[in-house]
C-alpha cells in the first residue's frame, strides 16, 4: 500500500500531469467562482480532451479542476451570498454577515484554510479506507440511509431559531422546504405533483436557482436599498488584515474542523447524501458547539465556526465521493458519471482492479485532490486582500454585477427561462423570511432531504415490510438520532436556563 | 463606358442572385459553422454520451468540417427538447436533437405537455440498438424462466420509475408470461438500483443489455429473458413474445419492444430542407461505421449498430397505426 502511495506521488510529480494539473485547477477555480456553472457540467465540456490523454495526464487534468471547485466557490458564497456551488449555499449563512461586518477577509481566510484541512482530511481518508472501501458501502442500504437522513433532519432543531416559537418556526420552514420537495414527477406511480402544466416541474425544482433565489436575491434588495458597499463603511485597510486572523480562526477551532470535515467525508461515501446534505449537518454541529445561548445566536449573523464547518465539509466529501465510482464503477451524482466516462474511455474499469491492478493510480488521484487544493489555497491566499476589497465597491456598481451572476447562474442550472422564474419566486420569499426573522437554512434542510427520505422510506417498506426497523444498525442509527434531537433540551435541563421566547 | 460595364456585371449579379437562387446552388457547406446537438437528458448518462460521441466524430463526415456542440435540455422524459425541436429550432440543419427512444409511447397515450408529432421529424437514424434483457444475482436461486414463475417469494427488481422501459419489460412479463411473483422497486436512478442489486437489497433488474454486458459475461449477473431485438452473444436467450401464448400480451410485448431498435435516435426538425437531411444522414451512417468511432464506442461498452432514419420512422407509423382497444390495453402497462 505505502508502495502504491509513492507510486502515485511520483506519477503526480511528472511533469505532462503536473502540468495538466494545474491547468484542470486553473478552469476548477473559475468555475468555482462563477454561479450556477458547477464541477459536474465542466466535467462534460472537458471530456472530449482526454480522448488522446493517458490515464495518468487524464485524471489529474479532471480531478484538478473537480477537486477545487467548492473551495473557490466558497469564495463567491462569502463575497457575494450567492452560491458558487451548490454545495458551498452553508457558506454563506455566516459568511457573508461577516463580508457585511467588514470582515470579508477574515471569513475568507477561515473559509479558505478550512477548506484546505477539508480537502487533506478527505484525501487522507480515501487513502486509508480504500482497502476496506466495498465493505463499508455496502454497509448503507436504504433503511439505513432513510435513519441518516432523519438524523440530519434533527439537525432542524440546532438551524432553528430560539426558544419554543423559534423551533415551531424551524419545523414549518422545514415542512415548507419538505413540500417544495415533492414537486415533480412522482417516482413511485408517475403521478405529477404540484407541475401546474408546466413541463419545466416534471423534474422537481433545480436546487441551484432556488438557493440563489433563496439566499442572493434577499441580499441583493438589502444592498440596494442601504445604498453602500457590502461592507458598510468599513476602510480598505481593516479589511485586509483580517486574513491572517481567518487563518488562526481555524487553527483555534481546529477539532471543529476536523469533525466538520470527518462529517463531509462519511456523508460522501454514502451513495445518495451527498454534498448539498454534509455542508447543513456540519453547519449545525457547528452551531451546537457553541457554549452558550449568548453564543449560540452569534450563528446566522455572522460567527466564523459557521464559515469553517462547511468549508471544511464541502471539500473533504470530494475524496469520499470518488469511493463509489472507483470502487463500484457506480456514480454518486452527474459530475461523478461524467467521471466515470472518462475512465471507460481511457480504458479503466472501476471495479476491484482500481484497489488491485491500479492501485497507484488510484493513489495518485487522492494525490491530486491534495496537490490541486493546496495550490489553490496559496493562491487564493496570495490574492486575499484585493478579493476582500470587492466588498468596498459601492452598491450602485456592485449590485447590477450581483444581479447579472445570480441571472446567469440561476440560468445555467437547466438553460430554461423556468429557471429565472424559480429564482425570482424564492427570492420574494427568501425576502420576506428574512423580514420576518424567519430562519432559512431548515428549509433548504427539509428541500434537500424531502425527496431522499421519501425514496428510501418507501424502498426500505417495499424491499422489508415493517422488519427494516430491527435490523441492527437501523437501531443504533435510530438511538443516535434520539439522542442528537433531544441534547438540545436535555442540556438545557442540566444547564437549567430559562430559554427566551 | 468602364462604369457602366461594371455596373451592368453588378445588376447582373444581384439579379441571379435574387430571382434564381436554385439555379446556382453552391454545395451546403458548413464551413465555420457551430452545430448544436441538443440533449434531451442530463450530462453523464447514455444519451450524452453517444451525444457526444458523435459531437466528436460526426464533424470528419460534415461538407466544412463544422464544430458540434453539445446542449442537455432536460425535463419531462425528453419532451422538452422534443417540443423545442418541434416548434421553436430553426429548420437550417444546425440543430440535431437526441431523444428518449420512449417518447413514441409518450405521443401515442396522448401525455401531457406533449406539443410534437415524431413522425414529422427528419429522422438521421441512431447509432445503436437497445436490448432489454431481464437479469437477475447470479447468487440467486433462478436460473430458468421457469424457476422464476416457481418462485415462492417475490423477485424484487430495481428500476427507475413506472416509466422506464426498465419497469414496463417485466411488468409485461408479469401479466401475461406468468411470473407472478414479480416486484417492483423503484430508486432514484439506474446507478442506485445497480449499487441495490450489489447490496442483496434486490434481485435484479431490467437493464440495456451493452451496458450490462461485462457483468453478464464476467457472471455477476444471469442474464434470463430478452426483448425482441437481439445483440450477439444473448440470440439463444429466450424472447418475452415467446413466453406467452395471449395474442394480446404478443402484441403488447411486440409493440414495447419497437422503440429498442430505435436505440439513441437522432432527429432533426421538421420541415429541414431535405438535401440537409441527406447530408447529415450520409454523414452519420459514415461516421457509424467509422473504425474509429467503433473503437471509442467499444471503450465506451456501447456497441453500434447502425439503424437508418426510414427504419425508425417505419417502426413509429407502425406503433402509431394500432386500433384504440390495443392503445387502451397497453396503456394498462406502460406508462409514460
Avoid at chain 2, 415462492?152 to 401479466?175: D, E, H
Avoid at chain 2, 440470440?235 to 410485448?253: A, C, Y
Avoid at chain 2, 419492444?257 to 432533426?268: E, L, M, Q
Wanted: charge should be positive; glycine fraction near 12%.
Amino acid at each position: 500500500m505505502i508502495d502504491a502511495m509513492i507510486s502515485g506521488l511520483m506519477i503526480n510529480l511528472q511533469l505532462k500531469p503536473f502540468l495538466f494539473m494545474l491547468i484542470g485547477g486553473a478552469i476548477g477555480f473559475w468555475v468555482g467562482i462563477l454561479p450556477g456553472l458547477g464541477g459536474g457540467a465542466t466535467l462534460a465540456l472537458m471530456i472530449p480532451f482526454v480522448y488522446k490523454m493517458t490515464p495518468q495526464e487524464a485524471l489529474p487534468f479532471l480531478l484538478g479542476m473537480h477537486s477545487v471547485v467548492c473551495t473557490t466557490g466558497d469564495i463567491t458564497s462569502v463575497l457575494f451570498g450567492i452560491p458558487g456551488e451548490g454545495s458551498t449555499v452553508a457558506t454563506i449563512v455566516d459568511g457573508y454577515p461577516m463580508a457585511k461586518k467588514g470582515e470579508a477577509g477574515r471569513a475568507l481566510g477561515a473559509v479558505l484554510m478550512s477548506s484546505l484541512i477539508g480537502a487533506l482530511f478527505g484525501a487522507f481518508f480515501l487513502a486509508i479506507i480504500i482497502p476496506m472501501v466495498r465493505p463499508l458501502v455496502l454497509a448503507f442500504a436504504s433503511p439505513e440511509k432513510f435513519v441518516l437522513i432523519l438524523l440530519g433532519l434533527t439537525c432542524i432543531a440546532t438551524l432553528s431559531g430560539k426558544g419554543k416559537l423559534g423551533l415551531l418556526m424551524g419545523l414549518l420552514g422545514g415542512g415548507l422546504g419538505f413540500l417544495c420537495s415533492l414537486v415533480g414527477q412522482d417516482r413511485q406511480v408517475g403521478v405529477l405533483r404540484f407541475t401546474f402544466g408546466q413541463l419545466y416541474l416534471w423534474n422537481g425544482l433545480s436546487m441551484i436557482p432556488v438557493m440563489i433565489g433563496f439566499f442572493a436575491i434577499p441580499e441583493v434588495i438589502d444592498l440596494t436599498k442601504r445604498g453602500k458597499a457590502i461592507a458598510g463603511d468599513v476602510s480598505f485597510g481593516k479589511l485586509g488584515k483580517g486574513a491572517r486572523e481567518g487563518i488562526r480562526d481555524t487553527f483555534s477551532n481546529f477539532w471543529l474542523t476536523l469533525r466538520c470535515s470527518a462529517i463531509g467525508a462519511l456523508m460522501g461515501i454514502i451513495p445518495g447524501l451527498g454534498g448539498a446534505v454534509s455542508q447543513w449537518v456540519s453547519y449545525a454541529h457547528a452551531a451546537q458547539s457553541a457554549k452558550t445561548d449568548e453564543e449560540r445566536a452569534q450563528f446566522g449573523k455572522g460567527d466564523v465556526r459557521g464559515v469553517i464547518g462547511p468549508g471544511a465539509a464541502n471539500n473533504s466529501k470530494e475524496g469520499a465521493t470518488l469511493v463509489p465510482t472507483v470502487a463500484f464503477g457506480i456514480p454518486t451524482s452527474g459530475g461523478m458519471a461524467m467521471l466515470l466516462g472518462a475512465f471507460l474511455i481511457l480504458g479503466l474499469v472501476p471495479g476491484p482492479d482500481m484497489l488491485s491492478k491500479h492501485l497507484a493510480l488510484t493513489y495518485s488521484m487522492v494525490w491530486t485532490i491534495a496537490i490541486a487544493n493546496i495550490i489553490c489555497v496559496a493562491v487564493c491566499l496570495l490574492f486575499i486582500d484585493h478579493i476582500a476589497k470587492l466588498t468596498t465597491v459601492r452598491a450602485s456598481v456592485i449590485t447590477p454585477i450581483i444581479f447579472l451572476f445570480c441571472y446567469i447562474g440561476a440560468y445555467t442550472a437547466n438553460n430554461s427561462m423556468g429557471d429565472i422564474v424559480v429564482m425570482m419566486v424564492f427570492g420574494v420569499i427568501g425576502y420576506f423570511m428574512v423580514r420576518s426573522k424567519w430562519p432559512r437554512p431548515p428549509f433548504i434542510l427539509g428541500f434537500i432531504l424531502g425527496d431522499l427520505a421519501e425514496s428510501y422510506l418507501y424502498v426500505s417498506t417495499t424491499c422489508y415490510g415493517s422488519a427494516w426497523l430491527l435490523h441492527p444498525k437501523v437501531i443504533v442509527l435510530l438511538c443516535l438520532t434520539l439522542a442528537f434531537a433531544s441534547y438540545p433540551y436535555i442540556y438545557q435541563k442540566l444547564t437549567k436556563k430559562e430559554v427566551p421566547q | 463606358m468602364k462604369k457602366e460595364t461594371l455596373l451592368f456585371i453588378f445588376a447582373f449579379i444581384v439579379t441571379i442572385t435574387l430571382i434564381s437562387p436554385e439555379t446556382l446552388p453552391a454545395a451546403p457547406s458548413y464551413q465555420g459553422k457551430t452545430i448544436r446537438i441538443v440533449c434531451g437528458t442530463g450530462p453523464g448518462g447514455g444519451y450524452d454520451r453517444t451525444a457526444r460521441l458523435f459531437a466528436k466524430y460526426l464533424p470528419k463526415y460534415l461538407p466544412g468540417k463544422p464544430t458540434i456542440i453539445v446542449e442537455n435540455m432536460e425535463g419531462g422524459s425528453s419532451i422538452v427538447a422534443a417540443n423545442y425541436l418541434y416548434n421553436i429550432a430553426k429548420p437550417d440543419g444546425l440543430t440535431i436533437g437526441v431523444i428518449n427512444r420512449g417518447l413514441p409511447f409518450a405521443q401515442l397515450l396522448k401525455t401531457e405537455g406533449v406539443k410534437f408529432d415524431l413522425t414529422k421529424y427528419g429522422w438521421i437514424g441512431s447509432p445503436t440498438v437497445e436490448t432489454n434483457v431481464l437479469t437477475v444475482r447470479s447468487d440467486t436461486p433462478y436460473k430458468s424462466v421457469q424457476d422464476l414463475r416457481n418462485a415462492k417469494g417475490p423477485i424484487k427488481l430495481g428500476s427507475g420509475g413506472p416509466a422506464s422501459s426498465a419497469t414496463q419489460f417485466p411488468l409485461l412479463l408479469k401479466a401475461f408470461a406468468g411470473i407472478k411473483n414479480i416486484q417492483m422497486v423503484f430508486y432514484r436512478s439506474s446507478r442506485e438500483v445497480a449499487l441495490a442489486v450489489e447490496q442483496r437489497e434486490i434481485d435484479g433488474q431490467t437493464t440495456g443489455y451493452s451496458s450490462f454486458k461485462p457483468q453478464i459475461e464476467k457472471g455477476i449477473y444471469r442474464a434470463l429473458i430478452r426483448g425482441r431485438v437481439s445483440e450477439p452473444g444473448i440470440e439463444n436467450l429466450p424472447v418475452d413474445e415467446s413466453l406467452t401464448n395471449d395474442p394480446i400480451g404478443k402484441k403488447l410485448m411486440a409493440l414495447r419492444s419497437g422503440p429498442d431498435r430505435i436505440g439513441r435516435p437522432f432527429i432533426v426538425p421538421p420541415k429541414t430542407p431535405n438535401d440537409l437531411l441527406k447530408i447529415i444522414r450520409d454523414a452519420f451512417a459514415k461516421a457509424c461505421k467509422d473504425p474509429e468511432v467503433i473503437a471509442t464506442a467499444d471503450k465506451l461498452e456501447m456497441r453500434l449498430e447502425y439503424v437508418p432514419g426510414d427504419e425508425c420512422l417505419a417502426i413509429l407509423k407502425d406503433l402509431f397505426n394500432q386500433p384504440d382497444n390495443i392503445v387502451k390495453e397497453f396503456s394498462k402497462y406502460i406508462k409514460f
